[in-house]
């Protein structure tokens, strides 16, 4: 048995596909896995959240990609918790990360991996691997089509091995993950295309409207 | 000029006579940044400005102005510091949204066409080997994402160092 505490670095909170691929991971998870999840907002504010954190057997850092590492708030967080665990005991704890972009690669979340991977260091947690999800808001926009389903078999992959690494105390070595649904990329790229359009009709723009060079 | 940079008061006092006139300085200084929420309203409803109201809300205008976008940044785990970020975060609007593929990957199409540099020089007196090369790959990566081709990355102990690269660019 091990608990997991979960680190939700979306800036849209539940709105976001970091919300939505946490809770695919705690459907996976054994029942005797206890989880609990924080918003970064609320862990910034509160030392015994922060002190919480140390009592679990594992983390894992959940975070959307922004250009192409962290958010500025995921920053401010990490760099709040590695001033407070400064000078403090503790175990070494199991870390994790799970990454998403919009983008179809997986590839493309590499870079914040490896930042989550040296932070890990600067706090002397026990790295065991990222996951970098690809087409992030694909996944969670086709939510009928389960995680199974053979176009996102890859990612759910990823997430079973996230969950044999996290039920078991194991300390091989885990390669991190770089992966994302089955989708050709001109498909993707078109029907994204057109994604955008059908948005700036929903906020009563012209697609042309988009293009504007106003500087 | 544009920089953007996390320096101390007594650091950036050594840096900013160096620039050319005209040149402008975002820093800590100015305070009243606001976290990017990540709502596209960038694109999609003031496409080409941020929504949110600040110091900060017109960063492409800037970013264009100025031709060369100069980054100064103490290096975090291979990163930039969380302020420095956010101000990156809040220029999404000189992109569009729409994709296109760059060296097989895709990517968001530049919504300007004016030819840009961009320097980033990060400084850390215990920056480690991993680091460093993340810090790299990343200002790499970003270069692609913003659309700016040309651009120069520096790794930095001393904030001294910078002077130099300053006056020779």
New interface residues.
């Given amino acids: 048995m091990s608990d997991l505490c979960i680190i939700n670095g979306?800036?849209?909170k539940g709105r976001?596909t970091s919300s939505y691929l946490i809770n695919e991971l705690i459907k996976l998870l054994d029942d005797d896995v206890k989880t609990k999840e924080h918003y970064i907002s609320n862990l910034v504010q509160d030392e015994n959240l922060l002190n919480e954190i140390l009592s679990f057997d594992k983390v894992i850092f959940v975070s959307?990609l922004?250009?192409?590492?962290?958010?500025?708030?995921m920053?401010?967080f990490?760099?709040t918790f590695e001033d407070f665990v400064k000078g403090k005991n503790y175990i070494s704890i199991d870390m994790y990360c799970l990454v998403n972009c919009g983008?179809?690669?997986g590839?493309?979340n590499?870079?914040a991996i490896?930042?989550?991977?040296?932070?890990c260091?600067?706090i002397n947690f026990n790295w065991r691997f990222g996951v970098g999800i690809g087409g992030g808001e694909f996944i969670k926009r086709s939510k009928n089509m389960p995680l199974n389903s053979p176009m996102k078999k890859h990612v759910y992959d990823s997430f079973l091995a996230l969950k044999e690494d996290i039920e078991n105390n194991s300390n091989h070595h885990v390669d991190n993950i770089l992966t994302n649904a089955k989708i050709p990329?001109f498909i993707?790229?078109l029907a994204?295309?057109a994604g955008?359009k059908h948005?700036?009709k929903?906020?009563n723009?012209k697609p042309n409207?988009?293009?504007?060079?106003?500087? | 000029m544009l920089l953007i940079h996390d320096l101390n008061v007594k650091d950036s006092k050594k840096i900013t006579p160096l620039l050319p006139p005209n040149s402008k300085i975002l820093s800590k200084e100015i305070n009243n940044i606001k976290?990017?929420?990540?709502c596209?309203n960038c694109?999609?409803?003031t496409?080409?400005?941020c929504i949110i109201d600040d110091s900060y809300t017109?960063m492409?205008?800037y970013i264009?102005?100025g031709g060369t976008f100069v980054i100064i940044t103490e290096i975090?785990?291979?990163?930039?510091?969380?302020?420095v970020?956010?101000v990156?975060?809040r220029s999404?609007g000189i992109l569009?949204?729409?994709?296109q593929?760059v060296n097989g990957?895709?990517?968001h199409t530049p919504?300007?066409d004016k030819p840009l540099k961009f320097i980033v020089i990060g400084y850390s007196e215990d920056v480690?080997a991993?680091?460093e090369?993340?810090f790299k790959?990343?200002i790499h990566?970003?270069a692609v994402?913003?659309c700016i081709p040309d651009h120069k990355v520096y790794v930095i102990k001393c904030i001294s160092e910078a002077k130099t690269i300053l006056e020779n660019l």
């Fill in positions: 979306s800036p849209r976001g959307p922004y250009a192409d590492c962290l958010p500025s708030t920053l401010e990490m760099a983008f179809l690669e590839t493309q590499k870079t490896n930042i989550f991977e040296n932070y260091k600067r990329k993707f790229k994204g295309n955008w948005m700036a929903e906020n723009m409207e988009l293009y504007k060079k106003i500087y | 976290g990017c929420v990540g596209f694109w999609f409803k496409p080409g400005r017109e492409p205008k264009l102005e975090k785990y291979g990163c930039y510091t969380s302020y970020k956010n990156i975060d999404l569009l949204p729409f994709f593929t990957e895709l990517h919504r300007y480690t991993d680091e090369e993340t790959e990343l990566c970003n994402n913003l």
